[in-house]
């Protein structure tokens, strides 16, 4: 009996070589598919393609014939020699003038997220997501402070000029339309 496991065994080992050997032939013949020619809409594609390059050089053409280069050196050489001819200015050295300084390029902070928590006392306290860091009024962030936060957004706030940063589009929420 052992010799005749052996060879039911052997027969399984050279099945399964053969249906591996098989299955690798078929995955090569995957791989080494030709490579289509080009489709029907490239052809229109190119084919377009090459009909405004002609376009464009048929106008270069057409101008280029059409223009008089002797009338034009002779306008040239008119307006050069009346320059010559005329009697110098005097210099006069320009006044220069204070220019007003360009106006200050602020960088706003960016909000990421606005969160609504309610406490012991069921007093609502925001905070929000500013430049990667969970932020509530009156926090810095680089030079502005934290004004307010609401669902409308915050309001930043640096010297006399505020602004109102938006909330950003919900991706995520809790909130159960309460």
């Known amino acids: 009996m052992p010799a005749t496991k052996r060879l039911i065994t052997g027969g399984w080992v050279l099945g399964a070589l ?20 080009i489709s029907r809409e490239a052809r229109e594609t190119i084919r377009k393609w090459q009909r405004l390059e002609q376009a464009a050089a048929d106008r270069i053409k057409s101008a ?80 502005f402070v934290v004004a307010q936060i609401d669902e409308n957004g915050v309001v930043v706030t640096k010297g006399e000029r505020r602004w109102r940063l938006p909330p950003p589009d919900v991706a995520f929420s809790v909130d159960q339309g309460q």
């Open 64 to 143: 280029v014939k059409d223009l008089d280069v002797s009338r034009i050196a002779d306008q040239w050489k008119a307006v050069q020699a009346s320059k010559q001819t005329a009697a110098p200015a005097a210099e006069t050295k320009p006044v220069p003038r204070a220019l007003p300084a360009p106006p200050e390029k602020v960088v706003l902070p960016t909000v990421t997220g606005i969160m609504k928590r309610h406490d012991a006392n069921g007093r609502e306290h925001w905070a929000a997501m500013v430049d990667g860091r969970v932020r509530r009024e009156n926090d810095r962030v680089k030079d």
């Open 18 to 37: 053969l249906l591996l050997w098989y299955n690798a032939l078929q995955l090569t013949s995957l791989f080494d598919e030709p490579i289509p020619g």
